[in-house]
Each structure stands twice: as structure tokens, then as C-alpha cells.
């Protein structure tokens, strides 16, 4: 498997909202320009700008703020460092963020949308599938508890 997909499944994938993951599904499948490659956000994470409203993101950043509702450059970058942190821990392996990030900004767009919506899809089918079962056990759980009962 590519570094960079494995980082997105184990890293990147688990930790994102399922709005955070409809939101990118959304930004690749209609190449939406507000989702950046190369950069973190637009305007860039500086000090003078961090109050001002969001107008492009990168991968991560996008799940942030279109997803989950984050609206100032100063809120992307707090979820962006975040989440790099966190994929990090989870990977064992510091900067190991980066095999996703590197590739998200060097492949070609149109590559990159195309294989990125591919996992995005698998991820939200995923959460769906675990989501039914959940519920599904729970529905069973009720069943035998009213068997029991009678």
C-alpha cells in the first residue's frame, strides 16, 4: 500500500467528523478552488491575519472549516497543527503526516482527486457500514433483553 494512503487509513481517516469527511467528499468531486494544494490556508497562518475569515484550505484544514464549522485562519491552523499532531501519535512516527501532506500537495489534481475521493468514499461507506451495525446490536441486545424479560 502507497505511504500516503496508509497515513490517510490510520492516521488521517479516523480522526476527521463524518461532516469534516462529506465536506471534502463534496470539495474533490466538484474541484472546488477553495480546496489549496500547497498551502494551509488562504490567507496564510500568520499572526496579523489569524482573526480573518478562512477563504482556502488544504485537505485537512478544509474538513475544519467546511465540515466542522471553523471560520477564522487563527481556527484552521489550531485544527491543522492539531491533527498532524494527532496523526503523528497515532502512526508512532514523528512528521509522519507528512507522507499524506507531501502527496496531497505534489500530485497532480486532477490525480490527486480522483484517488483521494476513492478513500474518502471507502472511508464514509465504511462509517456507514459500522454505523448500521452499531445499530443493529443494539437492536439485537433490546430483542434479548425482552426475551429474557418474558
Known sequence: MESWKKVWRDGVEPLL?????QALRQGLATD???LLQGATTTPPPLAC?????VEGACALG???????????VGEVEE???????EIDQ?????????WFLNWFDETPRDEMR?????EVDRSIQLRRQAEAAD?????DFDVESETAAA
Request: charged fraction near 25%; include cysteine; glycine fraction near 16%.
Open 17 to 21: 467528523s463524518i461532516e469534516g469527511l
Open 32 to 34: 472546488d478552488g477553495r
Open 49 to 53: 491575519v489569524q482573526d480573518w475569515p
Open 62 to 72: 478544509y474538513c475544519g472549516w467546511v465540515g466542522d464549522g471553523l471560520e477564522t
Open 79 to 85: 485544527f491543522f497543527a492539531r491533527m498532524c499532531f
Open 90 to 98: 497515532r502512526l508512532g512516527e514523528p512528521a509522519g503526516c507528512r
Open 114 to 118: 480522483e484517488l483521494l475521493l476513492a
Open 135 to 139: 445499530v443493529g446490536a443494539d437492536f
